[in-house]
């Protein structure tokens, strides 16, 4: 997996035009990325946390 540079086309809401002469049709695209740690250390107790999606928009840090 590696970036590439594209442009966003048109768009319904549900299917969007990505143009770029790097990818074919038949590529797959990645559109999130999800780095799951769980609460509370390792092991697998806890709850999932650190989901997070590239278009989101960066926000500060708010300590509690």
Same mark, same amino acid.
């Given at each position: 997996?590696?970036?590439?540079?594209l442009?966003?086309?048109?768009?319904d809401?549900t299917?969007?035009?990505?143009?770029?002469?790097k990818?074919?049709?038949s590529?797959?695209?990645v559109?999130?990325?999800?780095?799951?740690?769980r609460?509370?250390?390792?092991?697998?107790?806890?709850?999932?946390?650190?989901?997070?999606? $590239? +278009?989101a &928009? *960066?926000? $500060? +840090?708010? &300590? *509690?």
């Open positions: 997996m590696r970036p590439i540079r442009r966003v086309g048109l768009s809401g299917v969007t035009e990505v143009v770029t002469d990818l074919t049709e590529n797959e695209v559109i999130a990325s999800a780095r799951i740690e609460a509370g250390g390792g092991g697998a107790g806890g709850a999932p946390v650190g989901v997070e999606s $590239p +278009f &928009p *960066k926000l $500060p +840090f708010r &300590p *509690k």
